[in-house]
């Protein structure tokens, strides 16, 4: 049974760049959790995606976008990179959107931006 | 607003000490539940335990266990016999109880906890 994964696992981009990550849920989960973990610090909400809606959104930029699609994979997208977006992403995925849900993270895509 | 508060940003322990990973939480909510997770290098967050706000029973599972006390708003972690493969930052998060979209979580700024030999 795969766990979530994401892609890519590394990423260097430029500062006015765009960049798509990607997240496949645990088989069985249908909800996609994005948050973002600067050095040193915990992880920090972007938004939740349930039926390929976003559902809650952190305290982000619209510049963070994302999508959820039928097979519940999620892209987060980034557009006009600053060098303070440079964090590791992780991606969380869960049944359903309760308190109580246990969410299962992704080893993460650390993000450079230069 | 909810707000986690890990005051060790670093602790070291010589292998088979004992150790208390202390967190401190802060919400409105009556109905809320409180995480604990571990991350290693390889950067995945691992989930360790969930305690709902009705549950104060504290909890041990090997040799991890839990106090869970609502009158000082805690929830802190020991690792009893440490062992250099406990080596991690430790994460406390909390979400709230509600239905719906409510799976939030708010983490602290995570314990590195270093474990020698």
């Known amino acids: 049974d795969a766990g979530v994964t994401q892609s890519p696992t590394h990423l260097i981009k430029t500062r006015g760049q765009q960049v798509t990550l990607r997240c496949s849920p645990k088989?069985?989960?249908?909800?996609v959790s994005w948050y973002q973990q600067a050095l040193g610090q915990g992880p920090q909400f972007i938004f939740q995606?349930?039926?390929?809606?976003?559902?809650q959104r952190g305290n982000f930029p619209d510049r963070f976008s994302g999508h959820q699609f039928p097979n519940y994979s999620s892209e987060l997208n980034v557009n006009a990179l600053l060098l303070g977006d440079s964090a590791l992403y992780l991606c969380?995925?869960?049944?359903?959107?309760?308190?109580?849900?246990?969410?299962?993270f992704g080893q993460g895509t650390r993000l450079t931006v230069v | 607003a909810q707000k986690v508060t890990q005051a060790q940003t670093e602790i070291s322990v010589v292998e088979k000490e004992d150790v208390t990973l202390d967190c401190v939480y802060e919400?409105?909510?009556?109905?809320?539940?409180l995480f604990w997770y571990k991350q290693p290098p390889s950067g995945e967050l691992v989930f360790l335990i969930r305690?709902?706000?009705?549950?104060?029973q504290n909890e041990i599972s090997g040799r991890y266990s839990w106090n869970f006390q609502k009158s000082t708003s805690s929830f802190n972690f020991t690792i009893t016999a440490s062992q250099v493969v406990d080596s991690a930052v430790y994460f406390c998060?909390?979400?709230?109880?509600?239905?719906?979209?409510?799976?939030?979580?708010?983490f602290g700024t995570g314990t590195r906890l270093q474990v020698t030999l």
């Open positions: 088989s069985g989960h249908d909800t």
């Open positions: 969380a995925s869960s049944l359903g959107t309760g308190g109580n849900t246990e969410a299962f």
């Open positions: 995606y349930y039926e390929e809606e976003e559902r």
């Open positions: 919400t409105r909510d009556t109905t809320y539940y």
């Open positions: 998060a909390l979400s709230e109880g509600g239905g719906g979209t409510a799976s939030k979580l708010t």
């Open positions: 305690r709902n706000s009705f549950d104060e």
